[in-house]
């Protein structure tokens, strides 16, 4: 069962990003703050959930959320200051967005780039422990999942709208056969498919 705060005293954001290890497209972050009495059954992981409930729950936290906000850093951006760096610039910018300012933010993963005077808590795998990463990661995946479906109409032969821009097999071969998109992030290596045979 998911805990609902990390600490008691102050406004606390829940902060998750999606699309870290992408070949192509941007890498998009949420941060939310929930209610006291928030609950669902089914709010876990988004990577533990099917994309149909993903979906579910996004309208819930939407309608429920005490305040919500999702961002993004381009593929060009990302190139530039790296994917970490990139990450955490999400995240800032979706905390900048919210209603209601935090008093205290938790985070995903174990390291983040300090916002403003916040103070923060990284936690490794906080989207499974706690409501507000959870749905954090629920927003910043189904958002972005609609940003690759809506760019795969100009790149059909990349599959995105199936691997929204992760490295499989047909995506790489693909990018070996035929180049980059503008979309796509230039200092990410693409490697032979066929080199994981031997």
Not at 119 to 135: F, M, N, R, T, W
Request: charged fraction near 25%.
């Amino acid at each position: 069962m998911l805990i609902a705060r990390y600490q008691q005293e102050f406004i606390e954001a829940g902060c998750d990003e999606a699309g870290r290890g992408c070949l192509a497209g941007p890498v998009f972050a949420a941060a939310v703050i929930l209610p006291d009495d928030f609950d669902h059954p089914l709010l876990n992981d988004s990577k533990q959930l099917s994309e149909e409930v993903r979906y579910q729950l996004r309208t819930e936290i939407e309608q429920r959320a005490v305040a919500y906000a999702v961002a993004s850093v381009d593929n060009l951006e990302i190139d530039e200051i790296n994917i970490l760096n990139a990450s955490f610039l999400a995240m800032h910018r979706a905390i900048e967005q919210l209603s209601l300012v935090p008093q205290f933010l938790i985070i995903d993963g174990n390291r983040f780039n300090k916002y403003g005077t916040t103070p923060h808590q990284c936690i490794v795998e906080g989207d499974a422990k706690y409501l507000s990463i959870a749905a954090a990661s629920i927003l910043a995946k189904t958002y972005r999942d609609d940003y690759m479906k809506q760019i795969a109409l100009e790149h059909p032969e990349y599959d995105w709208h199936k691997n929204k821009g992760y490295p499989t097999v047909k995506h790489r071969e693909t990018v070996l056969k035929i180049g980059y998109t503008p979309y796509h992030r230039r200092t990410f290596r693409v490697s032979d498919p066929q080199l994981a045979l031997f």
